[in-house]
């Protein structure tokens, strides 16, 4: 009922981007509302939810240190589009920042997605100007070879005035996504169930290389056991008292009849213990069944 009522709601989801120090995690707890200074470095990544207009926003808000930049990739299949942040007073650094942009916008997965450029920092004394910026970072150049439909916005994430544009331009990279929602929602998804099975493929082979791994260990120390004088009958009884992972079936079995034994030995009859009804007794019975839980299944599956 509710999304008859809001036919344009969306679920968007962004990444925002840009080398360490650009004021990625300020720029999103200014958009929060909250204080965006006292921001600490983020290792690895934070995922943001929030309400923007009609819209339902995932923000994910990643790490930019070299270290981490590697990361990024995981996170390009599920965004609907980029916000790219730029410390616009770093002016040392713009060659880094351009390698870093050309390398997001060339990435297949978001070659063709809306970018929001934040040339950050506008409040610092030096701060590049907008024409400038463009020039250091060959943009146009680059998005129009990369097909992707870019804004520049100059903001500052710490004062009010630069918080406004910030605002201004997520609202036009919302917009900008609703417009090709279908298209851009499309390939997401595609993107995205291909990547997990992708994911899913890596695991199990990871898992796969580890059990031979483990496997060709083994043999080995089997076979410097054999050389040693053990014979495999002892490495094969050692074994069974080691493991573990027993099924909890045997061990239940075998504990019941040790209980059954050390009963017949003291004189006791098996079934001796349910008749008893001392008051101690019951108490000892009600503990039990309150805490008891019930035995694994050891049935293997068919
Ligand atoms: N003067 C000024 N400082 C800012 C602005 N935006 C962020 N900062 C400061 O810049 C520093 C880095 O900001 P963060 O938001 O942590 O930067 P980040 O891009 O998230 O950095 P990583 O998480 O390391 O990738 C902090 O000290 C912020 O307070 C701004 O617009 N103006
Ligand atoms: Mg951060």
Request: charged residues 35%; contains cysteine; aromatic residues 4%.
């Amino acid at each position: 009922m509710a999304e008859a009522k809001l036919p344009n709601k969306r679920k968007v989801t962004l990444a925002i981007l840009g080398l360490d120090n650009a004021g990625k995690t300020a720029t999103v707890r200014s958009i929060q509302g909250e204080n965006p200074e006292d921001v600490s470095p983020t290792v690895g990544f934070s995922a943001v939810d929030l309400k923007q207009g009609q819209y339902d926003v995932s923000i994910f808000d990643l790490g930019g240190t070299e270290r981490i930049r590697d990361i990024w990739k995981h996170y390009f299949s599920e965004s609907h589009g980029v916000m790219f942040v730029v410390d616009s007073s770093d002016v040392q650094r713009m060659k880094e920042t351009k390698e870093t942009l050309a390398q997001v916008l060339r990435h297949p997965r978001i070659t063709g997605k809306p970018i929001l450029l934040l040339a950050n920092k506008q409040d610092r004394e030096g701060a590049l100007q907008e024409t400038a910026i463009l020039d250091h970072l060959s943009l146009e150049k680059l998005v129009n070879q990369n097909k992707c439909c870019c804004k520049i916005v100059p903001c500052s994430a710490v004062k009010a005035v630069g918080k406004k544009a910030i605002k201004g331009g997520l609202s036009w990279l919302l917009k900008t996504v609703a417009k090709d929602y279908d298209i851009i929602d499309k390939r997401v998804q595609e993107d995205t169930s291909e990547q997990r099975k992708q994911e899913e493929k890596d695991r199990r082979e990871r898992a796969e290389r580890v059990r031979r791994v483990r496997e060709e260990r083994e043999k080995r120390e089997r076979e410097e056991a054999e050389r040693d004088g053990k014979t495999v009958e002892q490495d094969q009884e050692e074994s069974s008292v080691a493991n573990p992972f027993q099924p909890i079936g045997n061990l239940i079995s075998e504990m019941e009849k040790k209980k059954k034994e050390s009963k017949r030995q003291s004189g006791e009859r098996p079934d001796q213990a349910s008749a008893d009804h001392s008051p101690k007794r019951k108490r000892k019975m009600r503990l039990w069944r309150k805490n008891r839980v019930a035995p694994l299944n050891t049935r293997q599956p068919r």
